[in-house]
């Protein structure tokens, strides 16, 4: 175990959007490696589905619901979780919200929306918690950016200048916690099958005038090399790696689990 996390017997963490998908798979795995967890999203019912696979396990959950997009939201998630076992080891930055959009059709809600939770929800987060971190001299913070960030999708534009905010916010942050020995990386999931990917590529079609849905998303399975979606638990698996088992040096990284979809 690192350094960080050595003094900690049981690493405390926030998982942010951990009503279902990729955050409640983190928030499981996390909890199964021994660390209390803090479950955030704007989905009260998931949350609870997610809170009971954790106390399953044996391990210590705190269920924050409400929107995070609300200004001092992501403040008062990190409050809660020092008010519950006083301090934050581990933060994962993974709610997120996307719409599909023409370029050409952009509108003011859409960027709006995404950009409050994607971006500014985010950086608040990273630094409520990174303020904690400091004053530890330790912690974890992952963000969930997306192979989208370098990409030009024009159906999609909010959602990847979004990520690039991830991308942007990442860096920064690695640098400005740095002194204080608090690691800021970031991981770009692959296409998984989660609630969020299966509407939006059913959008997707509908915008490219696809009515044949399963064979569009055949032919976008096809163009990933590793020639499958990823699994939901094995990108978790990786996003858990970052939080508790990369090594002490390694910070502004941005790691790829998007079976070759996306290359360094
Ligand atoms: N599924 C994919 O293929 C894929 C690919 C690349 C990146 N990602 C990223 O992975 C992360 C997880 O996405 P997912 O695929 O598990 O989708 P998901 O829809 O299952 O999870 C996103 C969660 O964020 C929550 N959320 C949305 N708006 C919120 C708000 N205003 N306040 C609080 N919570 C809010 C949702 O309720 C949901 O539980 C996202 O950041 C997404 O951009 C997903």
Not at 16 to 31: F, W
Not at 182 to 192: E, I, R, T
Not at 214 to 236: C, N, W, Y
């Amino acid at each position: 175990m690192p350094a960080e996390i050595h003094n900690t017997m049981r690493p405390r963490a926030l998982v942010t959007g951990a009503a279902g998908g990729l955050g409640r798979e983190v928030a499981i795995q996390l909890a199964r490696r021994g660390c209390a967890v803090a479950i955030a999203d704007i989905n009260g019912e998931g949350l609870v589905e997610t809170a009971l696979q954790i106390r399953d396990i044996g391990a210590e959950t705190e269920t924050i619901t409400g929107d995070f997009t609300r200004e001092g939201a992501p403040e008062e998630a990190v409050e809660k979780v020092l008010a519950r076992w006083g301090g934050i080891d581990i933060l994962v930055n993974n709610a997120g919200y996307g719409v599909i959009e023409p370029f050409l059709d952009a509108t003011f809600k859409a960027w709006t929306r995404t950009l409050a939770l994607n971006v500014t929800a985010l950086a608040m987060a990273c630094k409520a918690a990174g303020r904690v971190m400091r004053e530890q001299r330790s912690g974890r913070i992952v963000n969930i950016t997306s192979p989208g960030s370098r990409m030009a999708l024009p159906d999609y534009t909010a959602y990847t200048a979004s990520k690039a905010g991830v991308d942007s916010i990442t860096r920064a942050a690695a640098v400005a916690l740095a002194p204080y020995g608090v690691l800021v990386n970031s991981l770009a999931p692959g296409m998984m099958d989660t609630e969020m990917q299966r509407s939006t590529e059913a959008d997707l079609a509908r915008a490219n005038g696809r009515n044949d849905l399963q064979a569009f998303l055949d032919e976008r399975t096809r163009r990933i090399p590793l020639g499958r979606r990823a699994e939901i638990s094995e990108v978790a698996e990786a996003v858990v790696w970052l939080c508790l088992d990369s090594p002490d040096y390694m910070t502004a990284e941005r790691l790829n689990m998007s079976g070759g979809l996306d290359k360094d």
